[in-house]
């Protein structure tokens, strides 16, 4: 099992910026990818960013120039730092990992947490 637990959202002004965390524990092999993904209201879940083992990053267009990926290998966490925050950025962020072992490729996300975007 492997536990994920999302902090650091809140309610932020356009125009500002707020850092997402999460934190892995549990029966963690590696991880091949880690990445952040969004649902708002009435919407699907859509990618933001991951990052991968080798820290290779990709991001949504919409976030581009905006949002930055990183990771702590030491700590087993990812963070999303989101800057110049627009109200179509809020969502319920939810962390993800991806771990691929013997062939099988497990996804495990985490409870989300939200971000408030005032106009």
């Known amino acids: 099992q492997v536990q994920l637990v999302e902090s650091g959202g809140g309610l932020v002004q356009a125009g500002g910026s707020l850092r997402l965390s999460c934190a892995a524990s549990g029966s963690i092999f590696r991880f091949d990818a880690m990445g952040w993904y969004r649902q708002a209201p009435g919407n699907q879940r859509d990618l933001v960013t991951t990052i991968t083992s080798d820290g290779n990053t990709d991001y949504a267009d919409s976030v581009k120039g905006r949002f930055t990926i990183s990771r702590d290998g030491a700590k087993n966490t990812v963070y999303l730092q989101m800057n110049s925050l627009k109200p179509e950025d809020a969502a319920v962020y939810y962390c993800?990992?991806?771990?691929?072992?013997?062939?099988?490729?497990?996804?495990?996300w985490g409870q989300g947490t939200r971000v408030t975007v005032s106009s």
């Open positions: 993800n990992v991806v771990m691929v072992i013997g062939g099988l490729r497990y996804v495990h």
